[in-house]
């Protein structure tokens, strides 16, 4: 695979999808969603490729060497005489065992709410040219190690999805769309303005031995290449530097979403069309864990060592926030959508562990909500299209009537609990294991437990309330599954059940990089001098 550009084909395949569409008719609304179909395939099967050629034991995170699949070239140059000198910005993509995971699952999700998506039948070129364009944004963050280049990818999911839901949403879609591109966009603003201080902060040495200012990931990861008199050095003894961390964090925190930066997110799940919520829910809110764990914590790592306890705080409000709220809901979408602030929560309890257990379970946790929330959200949308309600006490007895739908419902409602054999009891299971290890976060942790007792609670509630006791006789001719929907939940069932019996899967995936993380967070940094300079 050396040379060969995969991840440049996996990310802008769908871009060139979205150009075919371009040039189709309106009315040729079949020959639009084949496209479709037929780009967010490729890009699966070439994630595939990609995890067949993937070294396990390469670790990854700071070392380009180490990374796999690099496709790297000078993209912008532009000369100067300024105190800027030379500008020189990278188009720079690789990936490691935090990245791989996600890539896998951005693909899987996009191919399966493509699949979702056939029965849009409003305005089917644009949204589907929109949709197409999202998947490029969200696969790019995911595989690029430039920061400009990550910004650029960050900034071009917002239009997409904001058209997405602003037109094809439910009834108060120009609400929730407006309310996701704010939030999103003041996020954005803090990223931006901490990107620009980290250039001027640090440099990169080129091959001729220039020094010039960076925006390379890998760089700005390196103690050495600061300047002691960078706003954003590690050696600046002014307090620039937790200012910034906590403006970045705060900037991925309104995208995971964190509380109390969630109250978008409901609003976007319950307005927003079913594939859009699946995308939603399946891969746009991994993007802020995921920039945390690649951007945060390895360029601030010391920050991120003092404030470990308040990300684990944070967590743990999420969880039990998100369940209890989940628990009083009688809208079956906005309850998934709850739970999925609950469940993110798992995330940044592991991830505060600082531990290999505990971030190996928060990416793992990272793979699985994403796989089992898409099967929930699409779940919704399967008895929405057929009922046109969502209200949970407006069903009962379903199992009767769609007794093929109700399994699949099964699997996916066990595997949000953590029912063991399940790939959600695994990944909650490590977060807990490494957090409990940290003496400092064991009462969080304890606490954090709680939300397993809630979880099992809203959603046995709800499985009692929709599927069983008498069948309400309104819904006595609702059809069970056809052979989309087959499809749609057939492989996030596998996926579900093989990794709750054998993790390893994707555990191996990311075992050297989060090795290589935890050593370096624990030593990074740290012999700093400040003394002097």
């Known amino acids: 695979m050396n040379g060969f550009p995969i991840l440049s084909l996996i990310t802008f395949v769908p871009v060139i999808g979205m150009l075919v569409i371009l040039f189709l008719k309106k009315e040729q609304a079949t020959l639009i969603k084949y496209v479709t179909l037929a780009a967010t395939g490729v890009q699966l099967i070439l994630s595939l490729i990609l995890l067949a050629n993937f070294n396990y034991t390469a670790a990854g995170v700071f070392d380009q060497s180490s990374f796999q699949f690099i496709d790297k070239f000078r993209w912008i140059e532009i000369p100067g005489v300024s105190f800027l000198g030379t500008v020189k910005i990278d188009y720079f993509m690789g990936v490691d065992g935090l990245s791989m995971p996600m890539v896998i699952l951005t693909s899987l999700v996009s191919f399966i709410a493509a699949i979702s998506s056939w029965n849009i039948n409003k305005s089917i070129k644009g949204y589907f040219a929109l949709f197409l364009l999202l998947d490029t944004g969200m696969m790019g963050v995911f595989v690029t190690l430039d920061f400009f280049l990550f910004y650029i990818f960050w900034e071009l999911m917002l239009l997409p999805m904001y058209f997405l839901i602003g037109i094809w949403g439910g009834p108060r879609k120009e609400y929730a769309a407006i309310k996701f591109f704010i939030y999103t966009l003041f996020g954005s603003v803090f990223i931006l303005l901490v990107m620009i201080g980290l250039y001027f902060s640090a440099t990169e040495t080129l ?111 999420n969880i039990i926030y998100g369940a209890l709220v989940a628990l009083a809901q009688k809208d079956f979408k906005k309850l998934i959508a709850y739970s999925s602030i609950s469940h993110m929560g798992y995330v940044l309890l592991g991830m505060a562990s600082l531990s290999t257990t505990g971030i190996n379970g928060a990416i793992f946790q990272m793979f699985n909500h994403g796989t089992i929330t898409a099967m929930l959200f699409l779940i919704v949308g399967v008895v929405y299209d057929r009922a046109h309600t969502r209200g949970i006490n407006d069903f009962g007895g379903l199992a009767t009537q769609m007794p093929v739908y109700t399994g699949f419902v099964t699997v996916a409602f066990f595997a949000a609990i953590g029912l063991p054999s399940m790939s959600g009891f695994i990944s909650e299971a490590l977060v807990f294991v490494g957090a409990f290890g940290v003496s400092s976060l064991r009462i969080l942790t304890m606490i954090s ?85």
């Open 207 to 317: 091959a001729d031995g220039t020094k010039v200012f960076t925006f390379n990931m890998l760089a700005l990861m390196d103690s050495s290449n600061y300047s002691p008199h960078g706003i954003l050095s590690p050696f600046n003894p002014d307090n620039w530097r937790l200012v910034a961390y906590i403006a970045l964090f705060v900037g991925f925190a309104i995208k995971i979403p964190m509380f109390p930066f969630h109250t978008w997110l409901p609003d976007a799940h319950v307005e927003a069309p079913t594939p859009i919520s699946v995308i939603l829910a399946g891969v746009l809110l991994k993007l802020g864990t995921y920039g945390i764990l690649r951007i945060s914590y390895p360029m601030f790592p010391d920050i991120t060592r003092d404030l470990m306890w308040y990300i684990a705080l944070f967590g743990m409000v």
């Open 449 to 533: 437990t709680l939300g397993i007792l809630l979880g099992a609670g809203y959603m046995l509630w709800t499985l009692q309330r929709i599927f069983f006791g008498k069948l309400n006789e309104k819904w006595s001719s609702l059809a069970d599954l056809d052979t989309r929907e087959y499809i749609m939940f057939i492989p996030l069932t596998i996926i579900i059940i093989f990794l709750g019996i054998y993790p390893s899967g994707m555990l191996d995936i990311m075992n050297s990089s989060v090795n290589t993380l935890v050593e370096f967070m624990a030593n990074g940094f740290s012999n700093i001098q400040l003394t002097g300079l």
